[in-house]
């Protein structure tokens, strides 16, 4: 093997791993009940609140949908209504 393949070569090993926190296996406590969690795409924001604290579904909601699932868009006008839902 040549010298500058050699130095390629070390360029390539792999580095430290890090150290990677496993999740726990004891259940999550509640902080803030009333909090909606958000999942955030480029297109499309998905919003899931309590059960217990959601409005009553659209008629448009989608079947395989729980209830306290709804997905808004990701313009203004969509971000206003995420907003205006929450309050």
Do not use: E, Y
């Not at 070390?10 to 430290?16: A, E």
């Not at 999740?23 to 406590?29: D, K, M, Y």
């Not at 729980?66 to 868009?73: D, E, I, K, L, Y």
């Amino acid at each position: 093997m040549t010298p500058r393949k050699q130095k390629n070569l070390r360029h390539m090993t792999p580095g430290k791993r890090k150290n990677v926190r496993q999740p726990s296996s004891a259940a999550l406590r509640v902080t803030r009940p009333h909090a909606a969690g958000i999942d955030v795409h480029a297109a499309i924001h998905w919003v899931a609140v309590s059960p217990a604290d959601a409005p009553p579904p659209a008629a448009n909601h989608p079947a395989n949908l729980p209830a306290h699932v709804r997905s808004f868009g990701a313009c203004t006008a969509d971000l206003i209504a995420l907003a205006t839902c929450r309050r």
